[in-house]
């Protein structure tokens, strides 16, 4: 399986952003889903995830701004970002879990996309 993550750009703080991480060589329908995040000089980040079955789970810090949503139909996961901040510049990465299941450390999966970045201009 390979993960595209695609959607980042440059936007000014309270704007919005989709990304979308789509899968080939495989069906992503069982698999559990991740985006993680890595700003400059940071650790890789935990910022949502979706369960095969759709079950959510977010970072604290992003509960009420974003949200994470999966299409089995198109193979594709999206992170929808609201009111954006300065603070949520980083690449934004995509990842799968074999298992189906969904875990807020990076170990847990199986494959990743290649990143996408995201820039939010003050």
């Known amino acids: 399986v390979q993960l595209q993550a695609s959607g980042g750009g440059l936007v000014q703080a309270g704007g919005s952003l989709r990304l979308s991480c789509t899968a080939s060589g495989g069906t992503l329908n069982n698999f559990g889903m991740g985006w993680f995040r890595q700003a400059p000089g940071k650790e890789r980040e935990f910022v949502a995830a979706?369960?095969?079955?759709?079950?959510?789970s977010f970072a604290d810090s992003m509960k009420a701004r974003f949200t994470i949503s999966r299409d089995n139909t198109k193979n594709t996961m999206y992170l929808q970002m609201n009111s954006l901040k300065p603070e949520d510049t980083a690449v934004y990465y995509c990842?799968?879990?074999?298992?189906?299941?969904?875990?807020?450390?990076?170990?847990?999966?199986?494959?990743w996309g290649q990143g996408t970045l995201v820039t939010v201009s003050s």
């Open positions: 990842a799968a879990s074999y298992n189906g299941r969904t875990y807020y450390g990076s170990g847990g999966y199986d494959y």
């Open positions: 979706i369960t095969w079955s759709g079950n959510t």
